[in-house]
């Protein structure tokens, strides 16, 4: 079963993707990247059409590899979208400590579409979703502490 914002996205997902297709036929252009408006409209978001390919040797990427910047990236966007669906549980789970508990279905359907978008053999074994969500609780727990 699908949330809201999952189908939310991949409606304007697809449907910017059949625009661009549109222009790209029309011009005859293939551009890099084409913007995608967030489903929220606070934001815009851009999406880079890249084509994966795996590592040649078994250590994978470098840490500041275009697939690792988009594994991240994309992390932030489940983690940031996790806490705005679900703010007053993000907040309760921070404050308690049960974070994970307390979201662990929104986490995990966060995470199934993480998984479903980035390629693992680029992660050499790392969670960067764990560390997004980690650093979301650590910044929010020393604004709490602080203000």
Known sequence: MTNYFEETLEEALNKKRVENDQERSDSGEIKESDPISNPVGETEIEEETVIYSPPTSDEGPEEDSQEVKNAKRLARIVVSDVVIY??????????????????EEEIEEGRQLYESRVDQRFLNGKDYLKEAFEDFINKKKASVSTG
């Open 86 to 103: 679900n703010e007053k549980k993000a907040e309760e789970g921070v404050s308690t400590g049960k974070f994970y508990e307390i979201l």
